[in-house]
């Protein structure tokens, strides 16, 4: 079902179009993505899983999960949550692994040239920035300061990152963008860069990171290489799964997914939504679904206390929506797309209460159950990576300049650790003034030390207080993991 | 950990593990393998698990062809599934030095009793793949009873069967030095103490010339790396294996699913460097697209690299050595150990358990070099 009318939002839909969907024509509108279109006309079956031939949504909704793989126009394993829906296009629900299209025109084209190396085109740029999130765009903004140019390269059509989608208003101090809205946030960090030696480089995959900082790039439907001086990894972060009975139904949804397709391309999910995760996304989001027309039954989370900030609690449960703490989701049932979840109270060692089960009567679940950092453009680089919970999982081990153990590649943002969008853009300014400083570039050293010490101090700032406890704790440990990794080269 | 064996396997590859289990069959299961890291770490893990029997000189087709038939039975034999499959391999001609070198091979191989055949470019889509741009073709051969495994599984296998009969594996456990008292072999010293044994087998690959030069034996064994890559899974579409020396490139599709391949640079510089790099890459996907345009669709999901065990002749360091009374070498397989190991770990552990080995592999012996009577192998990828 479609959104026509949203308190914040108006939505700017392209043309409406036809496309094929195993024989039946649908409607949609170009531009969007096939997976949300495919939502909107009620279809959530999207894949057969390879092995068991479960049926199969989609789950993360911003190309990272591979759980929406299609056939499209004939080729399989087309991620179809991140494709934008074009006129008379062919989908198919994919079975098995799929196949390679046999009826390929032998238009090969002369054979390969000799077996030598170097034989393609290197670009170069001083400052590569992959992500072109809150924490990238800043990075941008401030290596730009300095002076240094820049490229922002993004997988997406448009920049912002996971920005895009956040409808609700930051707290903060107003250098940290509070009381905006995360949509309008992002247009102003790329306003920021107007008059900065920095370039976008849009719908733009970097297909991997080589020893030389030469990334790899898929952009337009060509590889092209792009060697840098300095790198920065802004490449955010990935949605946790939840592990119970049938969780790989189509309507289980991360909380991040659900934004996405509810906020950027006006779908709702579902008519009535059970929310895991009493953090601040699941809270905000559930209050979103409600904005959006959506019956949430309940907000759960297995912890014995919301975590979210008791503003955002409160909102919700003033809109007459339960709270449940101790709780956990068991099982959902449904024979291609859920129809019922069932929860439970858990005891003071997480397990299940015998006795205590519950059926909602829901059409989705949406999880927010914590994100892990994308690393691996740093590990694959052979970045030292350290396991942090505090921090969301395996991280790259950086200092406070966000450096990692390779010279010249620095991380800043969820990569660096799962935090918020506002010390994501702290991080990315402390990131873009180091790589402006590695680089040698020439510039305004009393300048640079200033902002430094502005951007160290804001990120104290917002760290502070209990909700900041987790995050301050892990970039206290990867500090003096850090400085022994120093001590050990010595 | 043992401190006493009756022999100590160093290396964890295919190589090791089967000597290891070859060993313990025959009677001496007081043998400790050790592995620096783990299992298939070194080259076994990264190859590309193709096994052929087509080659151009006679030890290393009889090495393979009698690989083969010991492969035939070996999941029986283990009681496991390594994911064999005869699914063949054709090997494409594109230059005259080629199609002269094929009709020699063919020779060879027709002589040993390989079902190997020799096709026309034109033959090669109803006889044996039907995707397959043939532009530059000059001939092919096609033998059906080549074959392919999983090196991570056979590797497994070969090291469980071991342990079964009272070897002892040491994974993460670095040998720093051989021992060695006047012209024979005393103990191994690991960085976790030190095992007595009179015998010592080195099949550390790359890495065996270090481990040899522990004991002032020099063999001639250069590192050269060699990338490799991997797609996404499809549905079976190609069953043979297909190489090109003069193209330069082999690929396969494994039983996942996933195309697996690569290709060697002619210029690649010795040494013991195992980054993947973007030209590969590139290079790759030019050339998998061009022979196989439907494959220009489907994503790559990683790239390795790992090192061959280049010999002067392409063929493998198997015996003792002379002046070092039980040091015996398995390496040097130049690339192709995976698909001999079952035949060169037999062959290897007849010698060590004192008996008459069924191939003579005295020509293998690492003695070759110094005699200066070497006969290279063109067939290598």
């Given at each position: 079902?479609?959104?026509?009318?949203?308190?914040?939002?108006?939505?700017?839909?392209?043309?409406?179009?036809?496309?094929?969907?195993?024989?039946?024509?649908?409607?949609?509108?170009?531009?969007?993505?096939?997976?949300?279109?495919?939502?909107?006309?009620?279809?959530?079956?999207?894949?057969?899983?390879?092995?068991?031939?479960?049926?199969?949504?989609?789950?993360?909704?911003?190309?990272?999960?591979?759980?929406?793989?299609?056939?499209?126009?004939?080729?399989p394993n087309i991620m179809t949550c991140v494709t934008p829906l074009k006129k008379g296009m062919r989908v198919e629900t994919q079975r098995g692994k799929g196949s390679v299209p046999l009826a390929e025109p032998s238009s090969a084209g002369p054979p390969p040239s000799e077996t030598k190396r170097g034989t393609d085109e290197v670009a170069t740029i001083p400052l590569a920035i992959v992500g072109a999130g809150p924490a990238g765009l800043s990075a941008a903004a401030y290596a730009g300061r300095m002076g240094v140019e820049t490229v922002v390269i993004?997988?997406?059509?448009?920049?912002?990152?996971?920005?895009?989608?956040?409808?609700?208003?930051?707290?903060?101090?107003?250098?940290?963008?509070?009381?905006?809205?995360?949509?309008?946030?992002?247009?102003?960090?790329?306003?920021?860069?107007?008059?900065?030696?920095?370039?976008?480089?849009?719908?733009?995959?970097?297909?991997?990171?080589?020893?030389?900082?030469?990334?790899?790039?898929?952009?337009?439907?060509?590889?092209?290489?792009?060697?840098?001086?300095?790198?920065?990894?802004?490449?955010?972060?990935?949605?946790?799964?939840?592990?119970?009975?049938?969780?790989?139904?189509?309507?289980?949804?991360g909380a991040g997914a659900v934004q996405t397709l509810m906020n950027v391309y006006g779908v709702v999910p579902g008519k009535r939504v059970l929310m895991v995760g009493a953090g601040n996304i699941g809270l905000i989001v559930a209050y979103q679904l409600l904005q959006a027309g959506v019956d949430v039954a309940a907000v759960i989370d297995a912890a014995p206390e919301?975590?979210?900030?008791?503003?955002?609690?409160?909102?919700?449960?003033?809109?007459?929506?339960?709270?449940?703490?101790?709780?956990?989701?068991?099982?959902?049932?449904?024979?291609?797309?859920?129809?019922?979840?069932?929860?439970?109270?858990?005891?003071?060692?997480?397990?299940?209460?015998?006795?205590?089960?519950?059926t909602l009567s829901v059409d989705t679940v949406c999880l927010a159950v914590g994100l892990t950092p994308n690393c691996e453009l740093a590990f694959q680089m052979g970045c030292r990576q350290t396991y942090m919970p505090e921090l969301g999982g395996l991280v790259a081990v950086h200092g406070s300049h966000l450096e990692t153990s390779i010279p010249g590649v620095f991380i800043a943002g969820d990569a660096s650790g799962v935090e918020e969008a506002s010390t994501a853009m702290i991080e990315g300014r402390l990131a873009g003034l180091a790589a402006a400083e590695w680089l040698g570039t020439e510039f305004d050293a009393d300048e640079l030390t200033r902002l430094r010490a502005e951007a160290a101090g804001s990120l104290e700032t917002l760290r502070a207080g209990p909700f900041g406890a987790k995050a301050r704790e892990g970039k206290k440990k990867m500090l003096s993991s850090m400085n022994e990794d120093k001590a050990d080269s010595k | 950990m043992r401190t006493n064996a009756d022999c100590v396997i160093i290396g964890g590859g295919v190589i090791g593990a089967a000597v290891a289990y070859n060993l313990a069959?025959?009677?001496?299961?007081?043998?400790?393998?050790?592995?620096?890291?783990?299992?298939?770490?070194?080259?076994?893990?990264?190859?590309?698990?193709?096994?052929?029997?087509?080659?151009?000189?006679e030890p290393n087709a009889q090495l393979a062809m009698d690989s083969v038939r010991i492969f035939k039975t070996l999941e029986e034999e283990l009681d496991t599934d390594i994911e064999f499959l005869q699914g063949g391999y054709l090997v494409l001609a594109y230059t005259d030095e080629d199609v002269e070198q094929f009709h020699k091979n063919f020779e060879l191989q027709r002589r040993l009793g390989l079902d190997v055949e020799i096709l026309q470019p034109e033959e090669i889509a109803t006889r044996v793949v039907r995707?397959?741009?043939?532009?530059?073709?000059?001939?092919?051969?096609?033998?059906?009873?080549?074959?392919?495994?999983?090196?991570?599984?056979?590797?497994?296998?070969?090291?469980?069967?071991?342990?079964?009969?009272?070897?002892?594996?040491?994974?993460?456990?670095?040998?720093?030095?051989?021992?060695?008292?006047?012209?024979?072999?005393?103990?191994?010293?690991?960085?976790?103490?030190?095992?007595?044994?009179?015998?010592?087998?080195?099949?550390?690959?790359?890495?065996?010339?270090?481990?040899?030069?522990?004991?002032?034996?020099?063999?001639?064994?250069?590192?050269?790396?060699?990338?490799?890559?991997?797609?996404?899974?499809?549905?079976?579409?190609?069953?043979?294996?297909?190489?090109?020396?003069?193209?330069?490139?082999?690929?396969?599709?494994?039983?996942h699913g996933s195309v697996i391949g690569g290709f060697a640079y002619p210029d690649e510089k010795p040494g013991f460097n195992e980054e993947s790099s973007v030209d590969f890459l590139t290079m790759m996907s030019h050339k998998l697209s061009f022979l196989m345009p439907a494959l220009k669709h489907v994503k790559v999901v990683r790239q390795w690299a790992g090192l061959y065990d280049v010999t002067p002749d392409a063929q493998p360091i198997i015996g003792e050595t002379d002046g070092v009374d039980g040091l015996f070498q398995a390496s040097g397989f130049s690339g192709h150990g995976f698909m001999i190991a079952p035949k060169a770990s037999s062959l290897l552990a007849q010698l060590i358990l004192g008996q008459k080995p069924d191939l003579d592999i005295d020509r293998l012996n690492v003695r070759r070099f110094s005699e200066g009577d070497i006969d290279l192998d063109h067939s290598v990828v």
């Amino acid at each position: 079902m479609r959104l026509t009318r949203h308190p914040i939002l108006e939505f700017d839909r392209g043309r409406e179009i036809e496309f094929e969907f195993d024989g039946r024509k649908l409607l949609g509108f170009e531009g969007e993505s096939i997976a949300a279109a495919l939502h909107a006309n009620g279809v959530r079956v999207l894949r057969e899983s390879i092995k068991k031939k479960r049926p199969r949504g989609f789950f993360c909704a911003i190309g990272r999960c591979s759980s929406c793989l299609m056939t499209v126009d004939g080729i399989p394993n087309i991620m179809t949550c991140v494709t934008p829906l074009k006129k008379g296009m062919r989908v198919e629900t994919q079975r098995g692994k799929g196949s390679v299209p046999l009826a390929e025109p032998s238009s090969a084209g002369p054979p390969p040239s000799e077996t030598k190396r170097g034989t393609d085109e290197v670009a170069t740029i001083p400052l590569a920035i992959v992500g072109a999130g809150p924490a990238g765009l800043s990075a941008a903004a401030y290596a730009g300061r300095m002076g240094v140019e820049t490229v922002v390269i993004d997988e997406n059509d448009v920049p912002g990152g996971q920005l895009i989608k956040q409808t609700h208003m930051f707290f903060g101090s107003r250098e940290h963008y509070a009381q905006i809205r995360g949509i309008d946030i992002g247009d102003k960090l790329i306003a920021n860069l107007s008059d900065l030696p920095a370039k976008l480089m849009l719908g733009t995959t970097v297909l991997g990171l080589y020893p030389d900082r030469t990334l790899s790039l898929l952009t337009a439907g060509r590889h092209v290489r792009l060697r840098a001086g300095a790198v920065i990894l802004a490449t955010g972060a990935s949605e946790n799964m939840l592990a119970f009975e049938n969780c790989d139904l189509p309507g289980v949804y991360g909380a991040g997914a659900v934004q996405t397709l509810m906020n950027v391309y006006g779908v709702v999910p579902g008519k009535r939504v059970l929310m895991v995760g009493a953090g601040n996304i699941g809270l905000i989001v559930a209050y979103q679904l409600l904005q959006a027309g959506v019956d949430v039954a309940a907000v759960i989370d297995a912890a014995p206390e919301v975590g979210g900030y008791h503003v955002h609690a409160a909102k919700i449960r003033r809109a007459g929506v339960p709270i449940l703490i101790s709780h956990t989701v068991l099982r959902v049932t449904g024979p291609d797309r859920v129809e019922s979840a069932e929860i439970c109270r858990v005891d003071d060692h997480w397990q299940p209460v015998p006795g205590s089960e519950t059926t909602l009567s829901v059409d989705t679940v949406c999880l927010a159950v914590g994100l892990t950092p994308n690393c691996e453009l740093a590990f694959q680089m052979g970045c030292r990576q350290t396991y942090m919970p505090e921090l969301g999982g395996l991280v790259a081990v950086h200092g406070s300049h966000l450096e990692t153990s390779i010279p010249g590649v620095f991380i800043a943002g969820d990569a660096s650790g799962v935090e918020e969008a506002s010390t994501a853009m702290i991080e990315g300014r402390l990131a873009g003034l180091a790589a402006a400083e590695w680089l040698g570039t020439e510039f305004d050293a009393d300048e640079l030390t200033r902002l430094r010490a502005e951007a160290a101090g804001s990120l104290e700032t917002l760290r502070a207080g209990p909700f900041g406890a987790k995050a301050r704790e892990g970039k206290k440990k990867m500090l003096s993991s850090m400085n022994e990794d120093k001590a050990d080269s010595k | 950990m043992r401190t006493n064996a009756d022999c100590v396997i160093i290396g964890g590859g295919v190589i090791g593990a089967a000597v290891a289990y070859n060993l313990a069959k025959g009677g001496m299961t007081n043998c400790v393998l050790l592995e620096s890291k783990y299992l298939s770490s070194g080259a076994t893990g990264r190859c590309g698990g193709g096994i052929r029997q087509q080659w151009s000189t006679e030890p290393n087709a009889q090495l393979a062809m009698d690989s083969v038939r010991i492969f035939k039975t070996l999941e029986e034999e283990l009681d496991t599934d390594i994911e064999f499959l005869q699914g063949g391999y054709l090997v494409l001609a594109y230059t005259d030095e080629d199609v002269e070198q094929f009709h020699k091979n063919f020779e060879l191989q027709r002589r040993l009793g390989l079902d190997v055949e020799i096709l026309q470019p034109e033959e090669i889509a109803t006889r044996v793949v039907r995707q397959l741009n043939t532009d530059g073709v000059r001939m092919a051969t096609y033998c059906p009873s080549d074959a392919s495994a999983n090196p991570f599984l056979t590797t497994k296998a070969y090291a469980d069967a071991a342990v079964k009969l009272g070897v002892e594996i040491e994974l993460f456990t670095p040998v720093t030095r051989i021992l060695r008292e006047g012209n024979r072999i005393v103990g191994v010293e690991t960085e976790r103490g030190i095992i007595n044994t009179p015998r010592v087998v080195n099949a550390a690959g790359s890495h065996s010339v270090l481990l040899a030069r522990t004991v002032g034996v020099e063999i001639p064994i250069t590192p050269y790396r060699r990338e490799i890559l991997v797609t996404e899974p499809l549905e079976r579409f190609l069953d043979p294996m297909i190489i090109s020396f003069s193209f330069g490139i082999y690929f396969r599709q494994v039983k996942h699913g996933s195309v697996i391949g690569g290709f060697a640079y002619p210029d690649e510089k010795p040494g013991f460097n195992e980054e993947s790099s973007v030209d590969f890459l590139t290079m790759m996907s030019h050339k998998l697209s061009f022979l196989m345009p439907a494959l220009k669709h489907v994503k790559v999901v990683r790239q390795w690299a790992g090192l061959y065990d280049v010999t002067p002749d392409a063929q493998p360091i198997i015996g003792e050595t002379d002046g070092v009374d039980g040091l015996f070498q398995a390496s040097g397989f130049s690339g192709h150990g995976f698909m001999i190991a079952p035949k060169a770990s037999s062959l290897l552990a007849q010698l060590i358990l004192g008996q008459k080995p069924d191939l003579d592999i005295d020509r293998l012996n690492v003695r070759r070099f110094s005699e200066g009577d070497i006969d290279l192998d063109h067939s290598v990828v």
